[in-house]
């Protein structure tokens, strides 16, 4: 039997998705984005050279979740945690009302790495477009802003 001279790469597929320790199927997640600055170009006068710089403020990718619709209590959970933000009839708490969230890679069914989500609050939930004689699923993407994500382990 041949043995492994390397370590084989994670795959994409195995995955998990939290909100306050709550784990939640979903079927894809992007934006893992661990931060991005912009750069300022610092021209030195009398020089030809233009030097590139941080600028010190830290962004980071809108977290996209997408799940499907099945009926599951998964469903009442979304409408909840979008209703607790936004209100078309009353007082909407807007971003003020946000929740840490943990996407987690699996592999063989373990925990191999974590990312934290710190302070997330549902920019926009949508869903899939109906169409008679489509075979496509009927899908929730839910984008997250928030205020920082980690990979912790």
Known sequence: ?????????????GFAFEINGQQCPVTKVTGLNEGMTDTIEQP??????VHKIASGVIKF???VVERNMDGSRFDQFFQDYFADMFQLNGASAGSSKRRNCAVLKL????????FAVYGAWVKSSKFADLEAGSTNLFKQTVELEHDGL???S
């Open 1 to 13: 039997m041949a043995e492994h001279t390397f370590a084989e790469s994670y795959r994409t597929h």
């Open 44 to 49: 030195d006068g009398g020089s030809p050279v």
């Open 61 to 63: 990718d809108t977290l």
């Open 107 to 114: 592999e063989n069914g373990n925990e191999v790495l974590r």
């Open 150 to 152: 980690e990979r912790v």
